[in-house]
Antibody
Framework: EVQLVESGGGLVQPGGSLRLSCAAS????????MSWVRQAPGKGLESVAN????????FYADSVKGRFTISRDNARNSVYLQMNSLRVDDTAIYYC??????????????WGQGTLVTVPS | QMTQSPSSLSASVGGRVTITCRASQSVSTYVNWYQQKPGQAPKLLINAASTLQSGVPSRFSGSRSGTDFTLTINSLQPEDCATYYCQQSYSNPYTFGQGTRLE
């Protein structure tokens, strides 16, 4: 079955760190840009970061720049999101998504089920 | 920046609705539309402004006029109750509209 499975979410204190993982199965993610998208409770979608097929290009939302790092291991068919200096407003469900098109600019056609990150006040 | 409207709307089964997103600058045709139901991940409905994804009912359609993009749903069905988001994928970081809740 073609799917993405996120893991690594949980409860972390402000200022703490967490590493999210996204494992692909049923396909090789080495041909795709990959993205992390988050959704705060009751709020809309926010693109957090995305990464080129070979990892040579990475982009971040201004809200996480300098604190979050996206990476990938094509041999392990996985993508990661290292989150440092976590803040209360980072509380959200974090989704991993596969981007369509060679440049990743034709939308995200496969999403994981999401993993919840909670940073309490 | 994608400005989406309305934030919510109510319609009847068999009816028609339109949701609009306005881009703050040219994004060519790099706009995608998603449907999200409660407790689920988003689902890609339309990409490149008007290309319907495989398996998506033909009652969904997308169009573009300059920097204005529209999602139209005809012959509304009960299962269309959801929140809809536009997204620009013209320049990184990609950005979403605020969402439209359809009841």
């Amino acid at each position: 079955e073609v799917q993405l499975v996120e893991s690594g979410g949980g409860l972390v204190q402000p200022g703490g760190s967490l590493r999210l993982s996204c494992a692909a199965s049923g396909f090789s993610l080495s041909s795709n840009w990959m993205s992390w998208v988050r959704q705060a409770p009751g709020k809309g979608l926010e693109s957090v970061a995305n990464i080129r097929q070979d990892g040579s290009e990475k982009f971040y939302a201004d809200s996480v720049k300098g604190r979050f790092t996206i990476s990938r291991d094509n041999a392990r068919n996985s993508v990661y999101l290292q989150m440092n200096s976590l803040r209360v407003d980072d509380t959200a469900i974090y989704y991993c998504a596969r981007d369509r098109g060679g440049s990743g600019d034709f939308g995200s056609d496969l999403w994981g089920q999401g993993t919840l990150v909670t940073v309490p006040s | 920046q994608m400005t989406q409207s309305p934030s919510s709307l109510s319609a009847s089964v068999g009816g028609r609705v339109t949701i609009t997103c306005r881009a703050s600058q040219s994004v060519s045709t790099y706009v995608n539309w998603y449907q999200q139901k409660p407790g689920q991940a988003p689902k890609l409905l339309i990409n490149a402004a008007s290309t319907l994804q495989s398996g998506v009912p033909s009652r969904f359609s997308g169009s573009r006029s300059g920097t204005d993009f529209t999602l139209t749903i005809n012959s509304l069905q009960p299962e269309d109750c959801a929140t809809y988001y536009c997204q620009q994928s013209y320049s990184n970081p990609y950005t979403f509209g605020q969402g439209t809740r359809l009841e």
